[in-house]
């Protein structure tokens, strides 16, 4: 029909017999008339290329606005100019608002009596389902193609009794073979002998299921050694039977995986014995180990828990999120440690402190888990107690320090009034030359002294401990303090010397003047006190970097070595001066105090040849 040119004849039916053809023809087909092309006659199947446009009686570029970009109308006007008619295979159409389209075509010319081209039969056929099908499968073979060249996993495709067919170049590294040397071959000539029952059994249920099937198992490469494989695969069926036509199988090289596996599992017998459970398990957290710890503190045997997930095991509904988060932080590469709430087989809990950690193969990707815990129920058991202790203790110190303060008011102004009763009666001896009074009188007032010493001290280290004690930070000159302390001393031991260096006349120090000089004071008495037969007592203030230091030597007993590194202990006391008085309160007092200043108290010592003490305090700059 569109060869001739010429319209089909009316058959005996008449001319209704032809409208009726192509009306009823699946093809798209129209007739145009004349060198604009204009529209006479299309079927349905035509109009449906133009749904809600009206064709009849308008020209082709009157539709189709982008006719000439499309290159339909330079055919349309060919079929006048040449006479002859044009053919289209698979060509792109888009009509205006529609979605792209493919077609074959003919427009064919259509003539009048004397034979001249006076329109165009055309007929068209949608082969659009056909061009896209063909499109994507040529794109999944191309894709299928790069898969099976670079993949580092080897491709194969086998017969259903094993023989390879196909073998992706990969197989090259991974078993030193050329895909020509595996093709034809069957499969099991290259498995391990000992695994060879386990392979078959797999085989079998490939053949059986649609599911895939994975299997790790040793292959011999070329060169005759054996490497560990893990091989994953299923059967192509085709779509109309169901019958298999070839199996398929992605196969990859695990042997230092298994050698990590290995070595975890190694690892962890050796941390059989250790008085923690140790479980091994893979990324997904399926056990892989458990030891004979991990079955008394869970209450599940080894056997019990092999290839479950360890989460069904130790954790309860309520630890659940938790669990979740720590699998979480572990395949983000991170370990984890910490005290989580355990649960045993019976369904009873107790707390545990757990450590996760990755293990990795030797190129640091992560294989697997290894999980330590410990059951910390007496841990927690103790640390209440302990909690408890402490808070009695801290009660025992506040009534410790409530009667230490108690006692310094209600003990200290009794003493007061009773030192000041015998400094009346002492004057009033001596007026009358009484010296037998004086002495007793002297003995009173100094004990009198000493006991409010005494109180004194445990009153500041009461608090100093307590963190209570108040320091008044003020701006002082320290040479003519100490000078002021020296000559007090002086008047009441005559017979010492006490020489006074003072270096760095004028140094001023930023500090708490009533404790610091309380400090040197005691140094000072001390070193008068252990003097021994020298007699003599040094003391040197001196400027040294952003520090002053004022440092008291004594020529006298010294203090034992191996006493030395405790002489700044609460109520410590030199076994070579037992026979002195006091309860060894000062220089912890005093180190205290110079440290609660940013300052510090120092000792250097040689038994018979005497002590220096130095106490260093912050310069104050103007």
Same mark, same amino acid.
């Given at each position: ?8 004849? &009316? ?72 006479? &002859? ?177 290995? &070595? ?65 932080? /572990? ?61 009695? /203790? ?78 008044? =930070? ?43 000089? &309380? ?11 252990? =003097? ?67 300052? =510090?108290?120092?000792?250097? =010592? ?10 260093? /305090? ?5």
């Amino acid at each position: 029909m569109a060869g001739t040119g010429q319209l089909p004849s &009316q058959g005996a039916g008449g001319r209704g017999t032809y409208e009726d053809a192509f009306s009823a023809s699946l093809s798209a087909q129209s007739i145009m008339r004349g060198p604009e092309h204009r529209y006479e006659a299309v079927n349905p199947a035509y109009q449906a290329i133009f749904p809600g446009v009206e064709l009849v009686g308008r020209t082709v570029r009157e539709v189709i606005p982008d006719i000439e970009e499309q290159g339909y109308g330079a055919l349309l006007d060919a079929v006048y100019e040449t006479g &002859q008619p044009q053919y289209g295979h698979e060509v792109r159409f888009q009509a205006p608002g529609q979605q792209v389209t493919y077609f074959n075509f003919v427009f064919a010319p259509m003539r009048d009596q004397r034979g001249a081209v006076n329109g165009i039969y055309v007929e068209a056929h949608d082969v659009t389902e056909q061009v896209l099908n063909r499109r994507a499968l040529e794109e999944s073979e191309r894709h299928y193609r790069l898969l099976s060249e670079y993949s580092t996993d080897m491709i194969s495709r086998h017969t259903l009794d094993g023989t390879y067919v196909f073998v992706s170049p990969a197989c090259r590294a991974l078993t030193g073979y050329e895909p020509e040397e595996l093709v034809g071959h069957s499969a099991y000539q290259f498995f391990h002998p000992d695994d060879v029952e386990q392979i078959v059994g797999t085989h079998s249920a490939i053949l059986e299921r649609p599911e895939t099937d994975t299997i790790s198992y040793r292959l011999r490469r070329k060169d005759g050694t054996y490497i560990w494989f893990e091989t994953t695969s299923r059967a192509v069926r085709t779509p109309d039977t169901g019958q298999i036509e070839e199996l398929i199988a992605v196969s990859r090289d695990i042997t230092e995986r298994k050698q990590a596996e290995e &070595q975890v599992l190694f690892q962890a017998q050796l941390l059989e014995q250790v008085a923690a459970a140790v479980i091994a398990t893979d990324l997904e957290g399926t056990v892989t180990h458990w030891n004979a710890h991990a079955e008394t503190i869970y209450g599940w045997s080894r056997d019990e828990v092999l290839g479950r997930d360890i989460r069904e095991l130790t954790v309860g509904p309520a630890e659940a999120s938790v669990a979740d988060e720590i699998m979480a932080q /572990l395949r983000a590469g991170r370990s984890w440690q910490g005290e989580f709430t355990a649960t045993r087989k019976d369904g009873s809990t107790f707390p545990a402190y757990v450590t996760d950690s990755l293990v990795y193969d030797a190129t640091r990707r992560p294989i697997g888990i290894v999980g330590v815990s410990a059951d910390i129920t007496e841990r927690e058991r103790a640390e209440k107690e302990r909690s408890l202790l402490l808070a009695r /203790l801290e009660r025992a110190l506040e009534m410790r320090d409530r009667f230490l303060s108690i006692t310094a008011h209600e003990v200290l102004t009794p003493v007061t009034s009773a030192k000041g009763y015998a400094d009346l009666l002492r004057r009033r001896a001596k007026a009358k030359g009484d010296s037998d009074t004086i002495r007793a009188l002297d003995v009173i007032i100094s004990q009198m002294g000493r006991i409010a010493r005494l109180i004194d001290d445990l009153r500041d280290v009461s608090l100093i401990e307590s963190g209570r004690l108040e320091l008044d =930070s003020t701006l002082f000159e320290l040479g003519p303090a100490v000078g002021e302390i020296i000559r007090d001393l002086e008047l009441t031991n005559p017979g010492f010397e006490i020489r006074l260096d003072e270096r760095v006349p004028g140094v001023l120090v930023q500090a708490d003047r009533v404790r610091t000089l &309380q400090v040197i004071a005691n140094l000072l008495s001390n070193a008068v006190k252990y =003097s021994g037969k020298s007699r003599v007592v040094e003391v040197s203030v001196d400027r040294t970097d952003d520090k002053v230091s004022v440092e008291v030597r004594d020529f006298g007993v010294g203090i034992p070595e191996p006493e030395q590194d405790r002489v700044f202990d609460p109520y410590f006391r030199a076994t070579n001066v037992s026979g002195e008085q006091g309860l060894g309160l000062g220089l912890h007092i005093g180190r205290l105090i110079a440290e609660h200043q940013g300052g =510090s108290l120092t000792m250097a =010592s040689c038994t018979g040849k005497g002590s220096a003490f130095c106490l260093d /305090l912050p310069i104050a700059h103007r």
